[in-house]
């Protein structure tokens, strides 16, 4: 978590610190998504509830936030930024809102940055070991094509990260030996 606190100014990192610590549970490992909005409450998301603080952050922090997530190079990020979000260290995403540019259909620019909402990455390891009998192709030693659908939140990524360390490290109760994975981006 301290990765993610770093991109935030000491004032806002030190606010959701209080606010973490101030809960009655452990729910720093729990914790789902900050969201920070211009001018707008900062909001923390756990799995069953939403904590919406007395903190906000204006248009310069964000600017601040933002620069650190491309350190210091927000050119440099341009395409990620085009799709959205960004991808930090750990695996966490930085969802990105603001005013789009777009030609012929496709985002070009997000300017006036305007929210941000970082998606914070868990590893549950053996998520995924209920479904490998769908996937996995024995008899080839291949893996099917397989589509994993779900609403936000329900833990696709977790499920992929899983299912992908399975597939490339092999399993050995069941004879399948690992494959390379790669991105097909």
Do not use: W
Not at 7 to 26: A, L
């Amino acid at each position: 978590m301290q990765e993610i606190f770093n991109f935030f100014p000491v004032k806002i990192s030190n606010k959701i610190n209080e606010q973490i610590n101030g809960q009655v549970d452990n729910y720093i490992n729990r914790l789902e998504e900050i969201r920070i909005r211009n001018s707008k409450p900062i909001i923390l998301k756990y799995s069953n509830k939403e904590i919406i603080m007395q903190e906000s952050a204006n248009s310069n922090e964000i600017l601040e936030i933002i620069q650190k997530v491309c350190n210091n190079s927000i050119y440099s990020y341009q395409n990620q930024i085009c799709n959205g979000y960004i991808t930090i260290k750990g695996g966490h995403r930085v969802g990105i809102t603001g005013n789009c540019t777009i030609e012929d259909n496709k985002v070009i620019n997000i300017n006036y940055i305007s929210s941000l909402n970082f998606r914070i990455a868990r590893q549950i390891l053996g998520c995924s070991n209920k479904i490998l009998k769908y996937i996995l192709n024995l008899e080839n030693k291949s893996i099917y094509n397989t589509l994993i659908v779900s609403p936000p939140g329900a833990g696709k990524t977790t499920l992929l990260r899983d299912l992908i360390r399975n597939v490339s490290t092999g399993i050995e109760e069941i004879g399948f030996e690992g494959l390379n994975c790669r991105s097909s981006r």
